[in-house]
């Protein structure tokens, strides 16, 4: 999966664990994943059976959700035909274009021999698919192949200044894992989704909590589905409508009123709720707005360490302490509501602790 700042790689045991006892408890069968970015809750809940819906406001997203969740792996045809389409996309000579110039020349976030081979295949893969399933799922192996050969440490709004390791590994397409069974992917703003959308047993709402924008983040995945060749600035070269595309949750005046508007609305029994104390949210409001919305709440608290350099500290260029870390550790919670929701916690805590403590 390609990285991905607030992937919930070390939770998903937890979450699938809380909504295997929704199942248990209340009979849930559907599931809605709203801000799915890398897909991998929304994945996990698929495995675990659910009717998933995924859903984000990026492009790359929802071609991650389209191939992993609305594409049918256990189809033995369209996989036949994939790998096919991948060995001929994977053997295309590389080509100059808008990646080679603007992401490995003009930035260096990948290698210019790796930066040819993704234009060679990005400008194919319209023509190759045979459907809009086929283009996802190859679009998708293109990310990760070269999310596999970049040369950043997770984030798009800089690149390493002596290229890493990886970048030097030619670029490799591989079939995605492919997930048996079907779902639905959307790319839509959360907020104008939920009043709309149909019923479901339980939704996952994990917003971005702070001023960090996903599309300036990851713009050259953006891009790449996108494949519009936008004018780009800075040194990250960012596209231009980076400048102008913010989502309401990285607005410290608006993020509270988007989410809680999404809380309010949702149409689902039950929510689980991502929450991290480094966010513009406050644990107590949170279990407010939850409390009024859909009466029982209860609170798995995940504590974790934070980035190694805020226990090295704060060092000047000369190498000399200048600063205090305010802290070493964030914390995060999921919060579960609806009926029984201690009951429900309980249950899938039993369960997922042996499964070992997130990282
Ligand atoms: C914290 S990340 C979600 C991470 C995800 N749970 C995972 O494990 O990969 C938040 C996501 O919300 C998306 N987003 C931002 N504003 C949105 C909006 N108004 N509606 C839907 N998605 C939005 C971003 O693109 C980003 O992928």
Redesign the pocket.
Known sequence: MIK??????TLVPRITALARAVREHAGARTVA?????????AQALKREGFEVTA????SY?EVLATCYIEVDGGDTALRARLVEQLAHLDALEGVEGYVTRTFCEEARYFQPFNGRRIDAIRGAIDAVAGSRVERAVLLTALLLAADRVDSTTGLQMAYLKSWAPRSHQPLQLRLPELIAGTGRALR????ALVPTMAPVDLAYI????NQHS??SNYHVWETIVRDDAPAAYGVARKREDCRTTK???NVRGQAWD?FAGVVRTVPARHVIV?FNDEGYFAYDDIRALLAASFGEVAVVPVAFRRYVGAKIGIHNPSGVKVGRVSHLTNHEFLFVAGPGAAAIVDAAEQGSLAQGPAA
């Open positions: 991905y700042l607030g992937s919930k790689r994943d709203l801000f799915t970015g890398t897909t991998r809750v859903n984000d406001l990026a997203s839509e703003d959360a907020n994990d917003p971005p909590y996903y599309y989502s309401r949750y988007a991502s």
